[in-house]
């Protein structure tokens, strides 16, 4: 599994009360890359996730 902390795009959006979709297109526009990957999961930190959410309007 991914280092502790660490979570999936949708399990943050989840946990930040924000939708999947805006947040996954938030990492995008903000050019932010996965912490973590295993196979073909991404795994985001708490950092990242909150970085990603205050681009989301």
């Given at each position: 599994m ?19 979709k ?32 205050k681009?989301?309007?």
């Amino acid at each position: 599994m991914a280092a502790e902390g660490m979570k999936t795009a949708s399990a943050w959006a989840k946990d930040l009360g924000v939708p999947e979709k805006k947040l996954k297109e938030a990492f995008k526009a903000a050019g932010i890359e996965p912490d973590a990957r295993k196979r073909v999961c991404a795994y985001y930190a708490k950092a990242s996730a909150e970085k990603a959410k205050k681009m989301i309007p």
